[in-house]
């Protein structure tokens, strides 16, 4: 963990929170070692050729990452050989909505309808659809936006690859993170952190795009970009002029409180279930994320106040900006899609 010398007050505030915190944790402490120049850093991230400026932090001996792609895979074949249907493809696999029978005190979902016109029974439905989980219940709204980040990647040799193995996460509070390369793509994953990027309709309620043309999450932001050949000329000076490859738009499930949703959708007789508000820290907790639901579900109520419903309607409010660990505002898609079309046009003129 760090922050860079020109890092603005609030990422370093933000650091020395952190670490004052897991310095104080009997199991992370003795792992916790603060880092005050660029020798100390590359101390433990000896594959780092690039100057370091002014970089202060600490390093975690116990954090790390995890392969989010290679371990859904690994749930999903594990969840298979126990004989859990999965209904898949872009038409089959996807829902378009709840269906619901009886009224007031007797309404009930009975299951979902598909894109290809199908109907699926259900005793219980489980929402967990992240970004997009407004788009089948519109009450989430009212509470829960749709977020986005951009991701970009540099393509390496394998002999670069193979260098950057066994990497420490690099997490940049001001700049962005990285961890080391995927070696079976060899793409080295770069992530430019800030205030985030939303999609708010007349009605304040955010989600992710689907009808422009062309595709938004094709790009990312000239200001990211910024953020990521400052964070790579620090790092890694020989790649600070290779070209980013597979630039996305990645999508979350926001909260003001950064704190799950994990209960029961209200006036449904307990017949949906609502998991969302991943505030983009939810994978790390994937491991024990499903014994919360089975709670639930067996005490038939959400106890724990954090990740109760939400009622207050947060809609039109500009609370993302304030979040400790964020740097920056936040700025609305249409306004970067603008901005990235004149660049365009200015650049073929």
Not at 66 to 78: K, M, Q, R, W
Not at 185 to 209: H, M, Q, V, W
Request: hydrophobic share 40%; with cysteine; glycine share 10%.
């Amino acid at each position: 963990m760090a922050t860079s010398g020109s890092a603005p007050a609030k990422a370093k505030n933000s650091l020395e929170t952190a670490l004052a915190s897991v310095s104080k944790h009997p199991v992370f402490a003795p792992g916790i070692e603060a880092l005050n120049n660029s020798d100390e850093f590359k101390k433990y991230a000896w594959q780092i050729t690039g100057p370091l400026k002014g970089f202060t932090g600490y390093f975690n001996r116990l954090a790390g990452y995890a392969h989010s792609a290679n371990a859904l895979h690994g749930i999903f074949l594990h969840c298979a050989t126990l004989g859990i249907k999965f209904v898949l493809g872009k038409s089959a696999g996807t829902v378009s909505e709840l269906v619901y029978e009886g009224q007031g005190s007797a309404r009930r979902c009975t299951g979902v309808h598909t894109a290809d016109g199908k109907t699926h029974a259900a005793a219980k439905t489980i929402v967990a659809s992240g970004a997009w989980g407004a788009s089948l219940v519109p009450e989430m709204g009212r509470f829960v936006t749709a977020r986005s980040w951009s991701v970009a990647h540099i393509q390496l040799t394998e002999q670069e690859c193979d260098y950057l193995r066994g990497l420490p996460v690099i997490n940049v509070r001001d700049l962005g993170f990285f961890f080391e390369p995927d070696p079976a793509t060899r793409l080295f994953k770069l992530c430019p952190l800030g205030a985030g990027f939303t999609n708010t309709d007349e009605i304040g309620t955010s989600l992710p795009p689907t009808d422009r043309i062309p595709p938004p999450q094709d790009f990312i932001p000239a200001e990211d970009e910024i953020k990521l050949r400052k964070l790579v000329a620090e790092t890694f000076p020989w790649m600070a002029d290779r070209p980013f490859v597979d630039k996305k738009i990645c999508w979350f499930a926001d909260t003001s409180d950064s704190e799950y949703c994990i209960d029961f959708l209200p006036d449904t007789n307990n017949s949906v279930v609502i998991l969302s508000g991943d505030s983009g820290h939810g994978f790390k907790m994937m491991p024990i994320f499903g014994k919360w639901v089975v709670e639930l579900l067996g005490n038939g109520k959400q106890s724990i106040g954090r990740w109760q419903w939400k009622t207050k309607d947060e809609r039109g409010q500009s609370w993302g900006n304030s979040v400790s660990w964020r740097i920056g505002k936040s700025r609305e898609l249409s306004d970067l899609i603008d901005e990235a079309r004149r660049g365009g046009l200015q650049a073929r003129l």
